[in-house]
């Protein structure tokens, strides 16, 4: 089993992401998708850093992919999709509607944004082209375990969530904007001032959600720690980490020690609180139980 | 067709007795009106599915008296508000409103979201059992006169103008108030 | 236009009939569709009997099978297709890829419909599902704005269906796990969204409080209306604001576009609310046939006058008009 970096869903500076994917480089990762997620109204702002973290990702010996938009709705951003499978690197599809572009036979990754719950989907996806599939971040495990198998026989590689604010939901309306009471069209890309997304608390002050533009995350990070022997045991390839705007090559390593078994997930768990003490952990979705728990607790009132 | 709305209330004409007569009589009635309702209707037990069980206090807020209901033993029982056992779950409003929903003239949901009903306790089975009910397509003077035939004639000749009297929906909509 | 409306139980598919419908759909009584709540849905025998009674009156049922099916029991999701098919409805509402792909080769004479949950936005979605599984008819998801549906009209060659009354989700339908992060049931896999066994309503000191797997969704003085606490349409705190971040307690009210999505090119208007009773059924569904015929006779549409029906009592026009966004 093998780390996986997940695109980046958040909106930061061309600076911030040039520093993050120079540094991730280096990390004990086996694979990196790259790409605008959430919004395409972010792209103009970044994309030129695109060719350079796939270089210096490339030279650091990382198996490089490009995300597809999480929702597609635009013709530019029609257009976007089908460009991208001009630039000779595998496409993960993150809105079924990429498929269209791409030709029977092409080989392309599946992204956890997509609905793989089945062994009739998996299959579908196989015989289409899918050559990696991250699964849905809240399939259980029981699901986890038939689909590993389908996907050994099938060839397919398989992913599971292992640590970041789990993708929640994907909207047409930008909540950001919302929150600073601006329409989509305006929105003066206020996303920016939150890294890592902005958090939306329950009256009585649970913590709860975080939304990033378009996008609404739980808060908590999810962390798979307790679950990756488990998971390898049943055949899963690789464990999938999303970018933070901060410890995340620490935290690479750690996972990276966990699954050479230099680290317990006690120990992985302990060295996260004690970087990010304001960081909440959840993993419930792994215990066949609410997403937000974590470790078997409900989060306190 | 009658207006339907919340603000109907039984005339005290008919409340003041109610406060100082036994319970118990009017228990047995409407056991006997349940019994025969839920032998008559045999889905409406199949759609409550795993929530028989369960007991529903009826808080029909402009009676003297609290409804208990125990659909697995077709027991419906009438206590004085305060004294009746715990149940699973409970559902309040005025008469017009459950005559409204019962009869189908008014949707539960619409009567719950401008607050003419209120729900407590176990939300599923409140569900389960308003849809049951909805599908049953229940007239109650048809029903009360079938458990207790000796209302039967008084039912028959007094619903209409009783319905026109006070607004309350007494009998089955099988038409629809006109929206636009 | 066709008017496709909903039935939750055998006496409201009789309701839409009788008040007028083109067309009902309905489900299973089990995780095959997406209104799995108590005391809900159809029988295999109801379902045909529910058949006889609407093809007898002129009228079309379709039966959504439109979450996705658990993995290792998918034999249940595909004997709801067969059983469809039997039972003789006009169309089946799929959502999941290995459905569709099961049901094009197993019940190729079955006709297809894609559900909203696959949340097709686009001409490139919409004509993958037509080319791979041959579906006829796709219900667009509610985050497009008029002028888009007209675009996607233009771009492909099947039918499309648009929400036109009711509940409302705010994100993109079929890609929603918020419900299952608060309380372990999946929309896409239980087919229910906030499901009313992880609702809980209390009153604390003056307030009333609606919580949803132990999470608050709204809190309301005591006396003042609890709205059922759908997770999308709560009342949060971010930073300095407090209120509804994602959408306000509202529901869908497109009645008055109905004319423009005509001119769209849309063939049918769908109708939310199978939860709903059977005097909401044919409330609306009256209603709405009069839109329609005033439509077809070259008349102005009547206003409808629907807010009480609605959640919140209040209505929007949703990503119809841009400015929701």
Redesign the interface.
């Known amino acids: 089993m093998d780390l996986t970096v997940a695109p980046n869903p958040f909106f930061w500076s061309a600076d911030a992401v040039r520093s993050f994917y120079a540094t991730l480089s280096d990390a004990p990762v086996a694979r990196v998708v790259l790409g605008e997620l959430v919004c395409s109204k972010r792209l103009p702002f970044w994309q030129d850093e695109i060719p350079l973290a796939v270089d210096s990702l490339q030279a650091g010996g990382k198996q490089v992919a490009l995300t597809s938009l999480a929702l597609i709705t635009l013709r530019r951003e029609r257009k976007l999709t089908a460009d991208l499978l001009g630039l000779g690197l595998p496409v993960e599809v993150n809105d079924l509607s990429a498929l269209h572009h791409i030709p029977q036979g092409v080989p392309f990754w599946v992204g956890p944004l997509v609905n793989v719950y089945n062994e009739g989907t998996l299959r579908w996806l196989a015989r289409r082209g899918a050559t990696r599939i991250c699964l849905p971040p809240e399939l259980p495990m029981a699901s986890v375990a038939v689909l590993a198998e389908v996907a050994q026989a099938e060839g397919v590689a398989l992913e599971v969530w292992g640590h970041g604010r789990l993708p929640l939901a994907i909207s047409g309306r930008c909540y950001h904007a919302r929150l600073h009471e601006r329409a989509k069209d305006s929105c003066q890309f206020v996303c920016e001032q939150d890294p890592d997304g902005r958090d939306v608390d329950t009256l009585e002050g649970q913590r709860f959600l975080t939304v990033n533009g378009v996008q609404t995350l739980s808060q908590a990070y999810a962390c798979m720690a307790d679950h990756a022997v488990a998971l390898r045991d049943m055949g899963i390839s690789a464990l999938r980490l999303q970018p933070q705007s901060a410890g995340f090559d620490a935290l690479c390593a750690d996972y990276a020690h966990l699954l050479a078994g230099d680290l317990s997930a006690q120990a992985l768990v302990e060295n996260l609180g004690a970087a990010h003490p304001d960081m909440q952990f959840c993993d419930g979705f792994g215990r066949d139980s609410a997403g937000a728990t974590w470790r078997g607790h409900a989060v306190p009132v | 067709m009658p207006e339907a709305t919340g603000n109907v209330t039984i005339p005290q004409l008919l409340t003041t007795p109610m406060r100082i007569l036994p319970l118990w009589p009017v228990s047995m009635a409407l056991s006997q009106l349940a019994r025969n309702l839920l032998y008559a209707h045999p889905e409406i037990l199949h ?3 795993k ?1 028989q069980n369960h007991h529903f206090e009826l808080d029909i807020t402009d009676l003297p008296f609290v409804l208990r209901l125990d659909p697995a033993r077709a027991q419906l029982r009438a206590f004085r508000r305060g004294a009746a056992p715990a149940s699973d779950a409970r559902i309040a409003g005025s008469f017009a409103a459950f005559l409204a ?1 019962l009869h ?7 009567l ?4 003419a009903l209120q ?14 009910l ?4 229940l007239d109650l003077g048809a029903e009360i006169a079938n458990a207790l035939p000796f209302l039967a004639k008084p039912l028959r000749q007094s619903l209409a103008p009783l319905e026109r009297l006070t607004g309350l929906h007494l009998t089955r ?1 099988d038409t ?5 | 236009m066709e008017l496709v409306c909903p039935a939750g139980t055998p006496a409201a598919l009789r309701a839409a009939v009788d008040a007028g419908a083109h067309c009902i759909y309905c489900g299973f009584a089990d995780e095959t569709n997406a209104r799995n709540f108590p005391g809900l849905n159809f029988s295999r025998s109801e379902l045909a009997q529910a058949v006889g009674y609407a093809h007898a009156r002129g009228a079309k049922v379709l039966v959504a099978i439109n979450t996705f099916p658990t993995a290792g029991k998918e034999t249940l999701w595909h004997s709801a297709v067969a059983d469809a098919e039997t039972a003789g409805a006009d169309a089946v509402i799929l959502a999941d890829l290995g459905l569709l792909a099961h049901t094009a080769e197993r019940h190729p004479d079955l006709r297809r419909h894609l559900s909203v949950q696959a949340a097709a936005a686009n001409p490139d979605a919409i004509n993958f599902y037509a080319q791979a599984f041959d579906v006829r008819r796709v219900v667009l998801p509610r985050v497009l704005s008029v002028e888009e549906i007209a675009a996607i009209n233009r771009e492909i060659d099947v039918e499309t269906e648009v929400f036109v009354f009711g509940g409302l989700c705010v994100m993109a339908e079929g890609r929603c796990s918020l419900s299952s992060y608060a309380t372990g049931r999946s929309p896409n896999m239980n087919g229910v969204c906030s499901p009313p066994e992880h609702v809980d309503y209390a009153t604390e000191g003056t307030d009333s409080v609606a919580r949803l797997g132990g999470f608050t969704i709204h809190r309301t003085p005591k006396g003042g209306v609890a709205p059922y606490p759908t997770l999308c349409k709560g009342c949060f705190t971010s930073g300095d604001k407090t209120g509804h971040v994602f959408e306000d307690a509202v529901s869908l009210d497109a009645s008055k576009l109905v004319p423009k999505l005509a001119k769209a090119g849309v063939t049918a208007l769908k109708i939310e609310g199978r939860q709903r009773s059977r005097a909401y059924v044919a409330q609306i569904v009256r209603a709405f046939r009069a839109v329609t015929d005033a439509l077809e006779d070259g008349r102005d549409p009547p206003a409808l006058a629907l807010a009480r029906l609605s959640e919140g009592q209040a209505a929007t026009t949703g990503a119809y008009a841009k400015t929701w966004r």
Do not use: K
Request: hydrophobic letters at 35%.
């Open positions: 759609r409550i599915d929530y929903m189908g003239a008014e949707d539960g949901d619409t719950y979201f401008s607050g729900i407590e306790g176990d939300t599923s089975a409140v569900l389960a059992l308003r849809n049951a909805d599908d049953a397509e909509a629809t108030p006109e929206v636009y």
